[in-house]
């Protein structure tokens, strides 16, 4: 599979290329250049393979020559026997809806369903490369915690986790700190999330420096991790369908990257009828979805800070997808964005995005009563994030299977949880030692020298 940036569609590249470098040289992202669809026939032949089996199926064909069928194949079963669930995910029912349960990885999150892979992908290329190289990534939270656990003690690469100090919650920040490992550094920067993307954004387009320390990029727009996400459309459907009801998700959404996994394992034939894109109180997306006013505003805090986002990373590809990979039209919808903080979606545009998606907004107190009815009702405990997603199903009305996205365990964020209906969420054992562990972490301004320098002195 041949891919292009959204920003020129004329240079190819291979999977290689946009594994590694993650951002495209002129700042675009990657997608395919063109995507095989599965037929009805091909996917009754998905239907009853267990989780790691489908993702081997799915993925074989985005990495090329990457690595051969055989590799790919070992590497899948190592990064998925690391989690607590034989087929990685969980799908349980919470009163009318079922509730996909995708934090039973290493670091309680989502993250790690993709970031293991790359982890393990990395492993692989370096050995075979004999190749140094350091990856910096930008966090709110979970991102970060995952792709340490991913790349921590591997051998030729060092990992730069920013996150923005004191808007995580402390597990959060426990579970990226707490490690011994010499490769591993975290940097708080004075700052919000959007600092901390600017920045590592900032880093990667100056090539003299990405250059000079083999810069490599595992952020939400790495185009292996939406591969990965995928997988668990596919593996879900195929539980759920019945082949009467229509199937929808609710996917709690901050960066746009979750979601396009969806609407990826959409356009390559999976016949999921809707998309909730399901945003806290930083909304930009569903101002975007409901009326075209992609507008930024100011990042506020909130109870579910892995979605505190304004600037939804991923949104390019969508809006290379609408305007039918034209990259200069791309090009003057991103410089719109940059430099006037809005894009207004056409009318015409808006239509073809709501084929797809629709949207829901939950505020504070929408959230904590989410998580007390479900607590009340259903004897169930879910985090923030996810209670977004339920709670958005209540918001946007549709027929069918109704499948929400339950991308933290609760224990991740137990003010929250104790706020919402006063019990502890907690740690499973395996993480309770974190705790009173010693955490190792610099704080730094909110400064692109100061952090370059910081990362230069360490590789
Ligand atoms: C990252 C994250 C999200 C948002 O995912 P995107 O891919 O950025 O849309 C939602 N919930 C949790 C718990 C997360 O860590």
């Keep these: 599979m041949d ?16 594994f590694i470098k993650g951002l495209a040289d ?31 199926k799915i993925i074989n064909p985005f990495i090329g020559d990457f690595m051969s069928k055989h590799d790919l194949s070992k590497i899948i079963d190592k990064s998925y026997s690391v989690f607590r669930k034989k087929n990685v995910v969980e799908i349980v029912k919470i009163g009318d809806r079922s509730v996909l349960e995708l934090f039973h990885g290493p670091t309680l999150a989502f993250k790690d369903v993709a970031m293991q892979l790359l982890g393990n992908f990395y492993e692989y290329y370096l050995n075979n490369e004999n190749k140094k190289i350091n990856i ?19 051998k030729n690469v060092n990992i730069f986790v920013l996150h ?16 011994k490992e010499k490769n591993v550094f975290n940097i708080a920067v004075e700052g919000s999330f959007d600092d901390c993307q600017n920045l590592v954004k900032e880093m990667f387009t100056d090539k003299i420096f990405a250059n000079e320390i083999k810069m ?59 998309f909730v894109v399901a945003t806290n109180q930083n909304d930009i997306l569903h101002r975007a979805i409901t009326n075209g006013a992609y507008n930024v505003e100011n990042v506020a805090e909130t109870i579910s800070p892995s979605m505190d986002i304004q600037i939804a990373s991923n949104f390019e590809r969508l809006i290379f997808d609408l305007n039918e990979h034209n990259d200069k039209k791309t090009i003057d919808v991103m410089k719109s964005i940059k430099e006037r903080g809005k894009y207004a979606i056409q009318k015409e545009n808006l239509d073809k995005i709501n084929v797809d998606f629709l949207s829901a907004r939950m505020d504070e107190n929408e959230i904590l009563s989410t ?17 977004i997603g339920y709670g958005a199903f209540d918001k946007v009305k549709l027929k069918g299977n109704n499948i929400v996205l339950a991308t933290a365990h609760p224990s991740k964020f137990p003010d929250a949880i ?9 740690l499973p054992d395996e993480l309770t030692f974190i705790l009173d562990e010693k955490e190792n972490y610099d704080i730094i301004d909110n400064n692109l020298n100061k952090i370059k320098k910081y990362i230069k002195e360490r590789t």
């Design 3 to 18: 891919y292009i940036s959204t920003r020129n569609s004329s240079n190819s590249f291979k999977f290689e290329d946009v």
């Design 26 to 56: 002129d700042g675009g992202l990657f997608v395919p250049k063109s995507l095989h669809k599965y037929s009805q026939k091909d996917l009754v032949e998905f239907k009853n393979l267990e989780y790691k089996e489908l993702a081997k």
């Design 136 to 154: 910096v990534v930008a966090t709110s939270g979970d991102t970060g915690a995952a792709a340490i656990d991913a790349i921590k003690g591997k």
């Design 164 to 179: 923005p100090n004191n808007r995580i919650s402390s597990v959060q920040r426990r579970l990226m700190t707490t490690g």
């Design 216 to 274: 490599s990029g595992v952020n939400s727009i790495n185009w292996a991790r939406i591969i990965a996400q995928s997988i668990y459309y596919f593996y879900t459907y195929f539980l759920i369908e019945d082949n009467k009801e229509p199937i929808n998700f609710s996917v709690p959404t901050g960066n746009f990257g979750d979601v396009y996994a969806g609407y990826l394992a959409k356009k390559i034939g999976l016949p999921i009828n809707k």
């Design 371 to 387: 998580i007390k009815n479900v607590y009340e009702k259903f004897d169930k405990v879910l985090d923030p994030h996810s209670a």
């Design 418 to 426: 104790e706020k919402a209906i006063n019990i502890k969420a907690e």
